[in-house]
C-alpha cells in the first residue's frame, strides 16, 4: 500500500515518503486519509487541500443501460475524470499486458475478471491523474469487487447512480451498438443480463441501504435520462480543483 501512496504525488519528497510510510505503518492510514492530515503541508511543498479524498461516484446499470453514454454528459457538464472498468480492461487487452488474454476470454463469455486486476487498474487510474472527482462505470460488479476496491482504496463511493432499464431495451441498445465489441452478440449479452442480476443488483442493494443510491430511470431519450441525472449533480457539494 505504502508505494502507492508515494506514487499518488511526485510532490512529496523521499523524507516526506518516508516520514508518511511511518505514519502509515503506525496508524495503519489509507491513502486517501493522509491526505486529509496535516501530514502533508501545501505550503512545505505537499499537496494542496484541493487534491484531498477525491469525490467518487460509482455508475451502475445492466449491460446497455447508457452508463457510458450519460458519464461522458456529466464529464461535459459537470468536469468529472470517467473511468470505465470496461475500457480499463479492454485497454489491457490491446496492450498484450499479461493478464489480456485471462481478460479477453472473460469478457466473451460475460463473466467478471478478478477483483485483484480490476482494482488495481481502477487505482492506477484515479492515482496517475489529477483530477479529484471520479466516475467509476461499471464498477464493483460484485460484492467481491466492491469489497476488494474500499479495503484497497480506503474509502466507500460518495454517491452512486444505477440506471433502471428494462431488459428488452438493453438487449436493443447492445445488439445495436456497432462498436465491434466482441461482448455485443446475443449470447454473452444473455450472460451478461444474468451476472448482472445476480452479482450486480446486491452491490446496488448494499449502497441504497446506506443512503448512497440515485435510481434514475434510464428509459427514454438520452436528453431526458440526462436531465434526470443533472439535479443529482448540480446539488452536490464536491471539491473544486485550483
Ligand atoms: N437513451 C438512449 N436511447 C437509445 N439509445 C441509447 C440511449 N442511451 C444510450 N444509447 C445507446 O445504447 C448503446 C449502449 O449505451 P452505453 O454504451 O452508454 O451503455 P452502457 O451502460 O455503457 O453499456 P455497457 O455496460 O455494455 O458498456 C450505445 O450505442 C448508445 O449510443
Ligand atoms: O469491473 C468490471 C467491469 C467490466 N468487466 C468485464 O468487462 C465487460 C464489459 O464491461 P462494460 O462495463 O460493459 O464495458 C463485462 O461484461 C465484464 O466481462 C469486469 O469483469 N469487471
Ligand atoms: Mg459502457
Not at 491526505?35 to 467518487?56: C, I, K, W, Y
Not at 477483483?115 to 464493483?140: C, H, M, W, Y
Not at 456497432?178 to 449479452?189: E, L, S
Request: with cysteine; net charge positive; aromatic share 8%.
Amino acid at each position: 500500500m505504502w508505494r502507492r501512496v508515494a506514487s499518488l504525488s511526485p510532490l512529496v519528497s523521499s523524507s516526506k515518503s518516508r516520514l508518511l510510510n511511518q505514519v502509515q505503518v503506525a496508524y495503519g492510514f489509507n491513502a486517501w486519509q493522509m491526505f486529509s492530515t496535516q501530514v502533508l503541508n501545501p505550503a512545505e511543498g505537499g499537496v494542496s487541500d484541493s487534491r484531498r479524498t477525491p469525490f467518487v461516484t460509482f455508475v451502475l446499470g445492466g449491460p446497455g443501460s447508457g452508463k457510458g453514454t450519460q458519464c461522458t454528459r456529466i464529464v461535459e457538464t459537470f468536469g468529472f475524470t470517467h473511468l470505465s472498468a470496461g475500457d480499463l480492461l479492454r485497454r489491457e487487452i490491446s496492450s498484450n499486458s499479461e493478464n489480456g488474454s485471462m481478460i479477453l476470454s472473460t469478457i466473451k463469455e460475460g463473466k467478471i475478471v478478478p477483483s485483484v486486476v480490476t482494482v488495481q487498474l481502477i487505482q492506477k487510474a484515479i492515482e496517475t491523474s489529477d483530477s479529484n472527482r471520479f466516475l467509476i462505470d461499471g464498477f464493483p460488479r460484485t460484492e467481491e469487487n466492491r469489497i476488494a476496491y474500499e479495503r484497497v482504496i480506503g474509502a466507500e463511493p460518495d454517491i452512486v447512480l444505477f440506471f433502471d432499464c428494462p431488459e428488452e431495451e438493453m438487449v436493443k441498445r447492445v445488439l445495436n451498438r456497432n462498436q465491434g465489441r466482441i461482448d455485443d452478440n446475443i449470447d454473452t449479452v444473455k450472460e451478461r443480463l444474468k451476472v448482472f442480476a445476480e452479482l450486480n443488483l446486491p452491490v446496488i442493494k448494499h449502497y441504497s441501504k446506506k443512503g448512497k443510491l440515485y435510481k434514475i430511470d434510464g428509459t427514454g431519450s438520452e436528453d431526458e435520462i440526462f436531465e434526470r441525472v443533472r439535479p443529482v449533480f448540480a446539488a452536490l457539494r464536491y471539491p473544486v480543483l485550483l
